[in-house]
């Protein structure tokens, strides 16, 4: 998880502990004998000091991931729960006070030579360095703070992906579960209590992942927060087709018609494509309305392999569809960019003829 390599970002106050008392024993491991001793101990003080303040901070940068590399879903997951902007400031701020301090010290190494005073000249590096430093510490907090959320996303990979839809106690954990042969992992998801159910399965050479989100999709837009609508927009952005389970028993204590309200919500607001599945079959209570695609019971296994058939078939046909569309797209990008580029250079020569 690419989210997993950022270390806690340490506040101002322990980066210039740590600096300084570097610094302390860099002097400690120089011997002082006369002047020139003296503003050697001092120089090296102000180098391990800056060093080590610019390191640390240009190493906080480094490790937090390249948002232009990010798939659509974490940057807009990022976007929701932290703020790319903030981030983007946050970041901008410590590689800003990094290259500072490195200027600075190497500007008092430079005047130290020259001082006649060194712990003066000294002390006033640290002085300017440890403001810097202060400066930047609400950014380092927002930094770590971001840190401690980001850390926690969920595993979410950029593969072909079935999202589970559906009321509780429809069965959308126990097909997560016989879907994917596994108990599927819980991964924390920052909008919902419950967390996220994530499986896997392969199918010839291509690994396929199935995401319950409980909390998000199994109940009325109308009841969600702002923030809820948001993460469902994250999950837009996923490679995926939308199993929507229906418990045709009712025994989940929703009635079909509030089910198939549900239904309609789903369908209007996903651009996916939309498999509608009636589960618990094997119950007597058990009836098929006409707007459902398949019937199943992930209590028998009943019909299991041939939904999933019928997923990994309509994942890879959506695959296929969206990436033609890209590739329309970059070629109309082109041929627009050609057609611009000849219509200036026959105005260009236009121009020219009439000059003559
Ligand atoms: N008869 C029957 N019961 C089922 C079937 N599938 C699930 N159940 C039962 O329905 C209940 C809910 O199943 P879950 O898989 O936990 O449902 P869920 O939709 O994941 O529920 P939440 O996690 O609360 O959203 C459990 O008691 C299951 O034993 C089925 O095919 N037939």
């Known amino acids: 998880m690419i989210f997993e390599k950022i270390h806690t970002v340490p506040t101002s106050d322990e980066l210039i502990d740590k600096a300084f008392r570097r610094a302390a024993r860099a002097k400690a491991g120089k011997t002082v004998r006369d002047k020139d001793g003296a503003m050697k101990a001092h120089e090296s003080m102000i180098m391990t000091s800056g060093n080590i303040l610019s390191d640390n901070l240009a190493n906080i940068v480094r490790r937090f991931p390249n948002f232009d590399d990010l798939s659509n879903f974490y940057f807009e997951l990022t976007d929701i729960v932290v703020g790319i902007d903030d981030l983007r400031l946050a970041l901008g701020s410590a590689d800003w006070a990094s290259n500072k301090i490195h200027e600075i010290s190497r500007e008092y190494v430079g005047k130290i030579r020259k001082s006649k005073d060194p712990v003066k000249t000294r002390k006033e590096a640290f002085g300017r360095m440890a403001s810097v430093i202060g400066t930047i510490n609400k950014h380092l907090l927002f930094l770590n703070d971001a840190r401690n959320i980001m850390r926690k996303f969920p595993d979410v990979r950029e593969e072909p992906t079935i999202v589970v839809a559906g009321y509780p106690n429809v069965g959308k954990s126990s097909f997560v579960s016989m879907a994917t042969g596994a108990r599927p992992e819980v991964a924390s998801y920052p909008f919902t209590t419950k967390g996220v159910l994530i499986g896997h ?100 296994g009943e019909n299991l392999d041939s939904i999933v058939d019928k997923l990994v078939e309509m994942v890879i046909e959506t ?11 970059v070629a109309a990008r082109k041929l627009s960019e050609e057609m611009a580029e000849e219509a200036a250079l026959l105005s260009e020569e236009l121009d020219e003829a009439d000059l003559e």
């Open 201 to 300: 399965f392969e199918r010839g050479y291509d690994r396929y992942q199935v995401i319950d989100t409980p909390g998000l999709l199994d109940r009325p837009m109308s009841e969600r927060n702002n923030v809820e609508l948001q993460a469902i927009t994250a999950i837009k952005h996923l490679d995926a087709v939308v199993l929507f389970i229906l418990d045709a028993s009712e025994t989940c204590g929703y009635e079909i018609a509030d089910q198939k309200r549900l239904l309609d919500e789903v369908v209007a607001n996903f651009e996916m494509p939309v498999y509608v599945v009636a589960n618990k079959c094997d119950h007597d209570l058990f009836k098929i309305p006409d707007f459902v695609d398949a019937k199943m019971s992930t209590a028998t």
């Open 319 to 329: 695959k296929k569809e969206k990436e033609a569309k890209e590739a329309a797209e």
